[in-house]
């Protein structure tokens, strides 16, 4: 399979063990060519830009706007299911979505997917957020009915034709009266009470010898010098594992997935990690494209990802919030800072021969 040029990787068929709190980091050093520095070579600034634009087809997908969106600390939340997703659906938050889908697609150099499918028939976008996944898939394969699904009706109106979209939670009972040959799932990591429930709902669902994707940010990140440890964005993250466990959340289970497809009965698991720097401190052209974007993605992300968790949850108030915050976009903006996420990436096959 085809790996990025100049961001690790790291693949793997078999489990791992992962490694949680005060336990050894999971590197003893930075992943390789996530170098520090500068390099006269990349031919690129900090600055440099990859993103690409989404041309939209102009057929119709008609949407729900019976909910009434609730306001908390200037921010809007989704209404269906009240409560369940930490994070906003406003128009800082779509915009926000649209820029991380084009940092997964600079990770695949273009692609949107890892798994080996071939012309599905049906496929499924678990959380689909603003649906531009779904959107550019059925681009790619207009032959192919897409569904996305999401708590928030926040997709556009004007869609291929090939796709649609509804409102639905896939922690309540799933009601498809088919089964998909492909289920995508991106940037999950705050959805879910029970991963392993979610996965037996996706096998559930799948033809025989269709294909399961996952795509997902990690918790906790790394560092591996030192410069990460007593700073505010450390705090921020383990405030934020904090505040979702207390409502049964587990934000460092994000690398077990490839595990519970096993245990489920998915054949073929395969499993990659690549490591994207929270600026751009790394060296290397796309390593500091893809730090860039993840400094804005973050810079943006963090009140996003913490405005309910840590006011409803944690009982901050907002001012002291606001304080930590201040800290931790410093910290982002920093390159003496060089910290790193792990995004991960797992996919698997249920057994069975996929109908021509």
């Known amino acids: 399979m085809e790996q990025p040029d100049d961001i690790t990787t790291h693949q793997t068929s078999e489990p791992q063990h992962v490694l949680h709190g005060s336990q050894q980091s999971l590197f003893s050093e930075y992943p390789n060519e996530l170098e520090i520095g500068t390099d006269s070579s990349d031919g690129s600034r900090d600055s440099d830009s990859a ?9 119709t997908s008609l949407r729900s706007s019976i909910y009434d969106y609730l306001v908390e600390n200037g921010r809007t939340y989704h209404a269906f299911n009240s409560g369940k997703y930490m994070l906003p659906n406003d128009t800082r938050e779509q915009d926000r979505l649209d820029l991380q889908h084009h940092s997964f697609k600079i990770m695949l150099d273009g692609k949107l997917n890892l798994a080996p499918i071939s012309k599905p ?3 499924l976008d678990l959380a689909t957020g603003t649906g531009i996944w ?8 207009p032959e192919t009915a897409v569904l996305g699904t999401d708590l928030s009706p926040i997709q556009p109106d004007f869609v291929p034709a090939n796709c649609q979209f509804e409102i639905s939670d896939a922690e309540d009972d799933w009601g498809f009266n088919k089964h998909f040959d492909y ?3 991106r940037a999950i990591v705050t959805c879910f009470k029970n ?31 030192g410069t990460l440890d007593g700073t505010p964005l450390n705090e921020w993250g383990e405030r934020m594992i904090e505040s979702m466990a207390r409502i049964g959340r587990n934000l460092t289970d994000g690398q077990n997935w490839g595990q519970y497809m096993r245990e489920t009965g998915f054949e073929d698991v395969t499993e990659h990690r690549i490591y994207v720097p929270v600026n751009p401190w790394a060296r290397g052209k796309k390593n500091k494209l893809l730090g860039a974007i993840s400094q804005q993605n973050l810079l943006e992300g963090v009140e996003s990802m ?6 409803r949850i944690l009982g901050w108030t907002p001012e002291k919030l606001h304080e930590l915050l201040e800290g931790v976009r410093a910290n982002l903006q920093d390159k003496g800072v060089h910290a790193y996420g792990v995004v991960y990436f797992a996919h698997g096959r249920k057994p069975g021969k996929a109908v021509e």
């Open 121 to 123: 028939q049906r496929v």
């Open 195 to 225: 991963n392993r429930s979610i996965v037996q709902k996706i096998f559930e669902n799948l033809a025989p010898g269709g294909y399961f994707e996952l795509q997902d940010p990690t918790f906790p990140m790394k560092c591996d010098d």
């Open 306 to 311: 913490s405005t309910a968790a840590f006011t």
């Open 183 to 185: 289920i995508h799932a």
């Open 51 to 59: 993103l690409g634009d989404s041309v939209l087809g102009s057929t």
């Open 134 to 141: 779904a959107i550019e898939f059925a681009q790619e394969h």
